[in-house]
């Protein structure tokens, strides 16, 4: 193909945009310390981007459209009144055959760090847990069969 027939980039045509990052479907349940967490990425984003020295604009405001619209959904959501059952926002200790005593607390999406024991609410291992007491057993999808896990001590709040 002839070079005439090729257009070249115009210096003053800005680059594709970054593509938006992906949104979870709702609902946007999140502890309170989750929505603290909002606001304050919300405001460090914000920060950087009146910083002129700073890199990336484009992908400081993609960030800050993906926390705002994650703030406009999200609904703090308390752990169960009965401080025996499990739910959101529960931290749980549970028998898991094979690594022993083994603590979790269920929160958010934008929260979860399983590194650290913090499992999203929409994780196959929460959905198992939700609505379990002290002393049950739960069966959890989590590889290929069942694991049966016992739940030893729930703490809602506080």
Not at 20 to 41: C, D, Q, W
């Amino acid at each position: 193909m002839s070079r005439a027939f090729v257009r070249e980039p115009d210096a003053d045509t800005p680059a594709d945009p970054l593509p938006e990052i992906p949104l979870p479907p709702p609902p946007n349940p999140v502890t309170a310390r989750g929505a603290a967490r909002i606001e304050a990425t919300i405001a460090e984003l914000e920060a950087h981007l009146l910083d002129p020295a700073a890199a990336d604009h484009a992908e400081l405001k993609r960030r800050l459209r993906y926390w705002t619209a994650r703030r406009t959904t999200a609904q703090i959501t308390p752990p169960p009144a009965d401080p025996d059952e499990v739910g959101f926002g529960s931290r749980v200790t549970l028998a898991w055959p094979g690594r022993g005593e083994v603590t979790v607390e269920i929160v958010g999406e934008d929260e979860s760090d399983p590194a650290t024991g913090r499992v999203s609410w929409r994780a196959p291992l929460a959905a198992a847990l939700i609505g379990a007491a002290r002393g049950e057993t739960v069966d959890a999808a989590l590889g290929p069969g069942p694991l049966t896990l016992t739940v030893l001590t729930v703490q809602n709040g506080g």
